[in-house]
């Protein structure tokens, strides 16, 4: 069976200039669509426009953090200009900053909220006009499956990913009658530049949970997205161990509680 086409949509994505969202770029320019991709800095944006030229589609690159709604609305409307009405959104930018929560100082608790879930608020509220305006499309939101399993280490990036589950539940409700389909992307640890920086902050307790789990190519990971969104799938989940771990968590939680208990034995490292 061929790869879904996605020709001709014109797909907005924030994040789009590196890890996952940049694959998933790569892997929708490769299947037909017009690209905008959105992140703040120039020259990763730059770099990736070229590149996703080369797929033969039409690129629209541009400058903007996610957590400032003005600029996003500018850049959203430069890109409508651009690029045409709007078909689909990827609300993908994010990052983690684990540790030990008394450790994690405020502004770090409030940047990880701002950018993972309000940064995703925005992009939502400025695009679903567009959506119903053109008769429907898709959204797609990044979470991840520490959004339904409490790690230890990722207080505040787990709150903000387990308030996009819901934010996808709801708003799957409220605009199914506008066609718009809501899907929700649960990346398993992907080698991207964000992973390799949040390894590196890992207490000890979250790195012995976490050993041995597989760590997945974005290039794979975007192609499943991109053919789960395709196959209007709700909820896109990637591998054995995290359908395994959505499972416990759903329906024996007791497992994944003795499981964090008997890998954090002996307290933490205060
Ligand atoms: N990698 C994993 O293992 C994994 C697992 C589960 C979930 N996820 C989720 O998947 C998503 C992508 O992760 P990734 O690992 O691909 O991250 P990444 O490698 O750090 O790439 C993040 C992208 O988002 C952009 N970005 C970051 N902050 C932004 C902001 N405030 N406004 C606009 N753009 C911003 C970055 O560009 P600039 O820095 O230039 O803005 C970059 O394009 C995130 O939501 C993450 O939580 C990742």
């Avoid at 409220?174 to 949040?198: F, M, N, Q, S």
Wanted: contains cysteine; glycine residues 12%.
């Amino acid at each position: 069976m061929g790869k879904a086409s996605f020709r001709g949509q014109h797909v907005i994505i924030t994040g789009g200039s590196a890890g996952i969202g940049l694959c998933m770029a790569h892997e929708l320019a490769r299947r037909g669509a017009d690209l905008t991709i959105l992140a703040r800095g120039r020259e990763r944006l730059d770099a990736a426009r070229a590149d996703l030229a080369a797929h033969g589609g039409r690129v629209f690159a541009d400058s903007c953090d996610v957590t400032d709604a003005e600029t996003l609305a500018v850049c959203i409307d430069r890109a409508r200009a651009e690029l045409g009405p709007i078909d689909g959104v990827v609300a993908n930018s994010g990052y983690c900053h684990p540790g030990y929560f008394h450790e994690l100082n405020p502004a770090d608790l409030k940047r990880q909220v701002d950018v993972n879930l309000t940064g995703c608020l925005y992009t939502l509220r400025l695009t679903i006009p567009l959506l119903r305006e053109n008769g429907g499309g898709f959204i797609a939101i990044t979470s991840s499956p520490a959004g339904n399993a409490g790690v230890f280490g990722f207080s505040a990036y787990g709150a903000t990913k387990a308030a996009l589950n819901h934010l996808a539940h709801i708003l799957r409700a409220e605009y199914a009658r506008d066609g718009i389909r809501v899907h929700l992307l649960l990346p398993p640890d992907t080698d991207t530049p964000g992973y390799e920086r949040e390894v590196l902050l890992y207490p000890r307790e979250t790195k012995a949970i976490l050993e041995g789990g597989r760590l997945f190519a974005p290039e794979r990971v975007a192609r499943q997205f991109a053919d789960g969104i395709a196959r209007n799938k709700k909820r896109i989940t990637i591998g054995f161990e995290a359908h395994l771990l959505l499972f416990i968590v759903r329906y024996c939680p007791f497992l994944w509680d003795t499981y964090v208990r008997w890998k954090t034995r002996g307290g933490t490292d205060q």
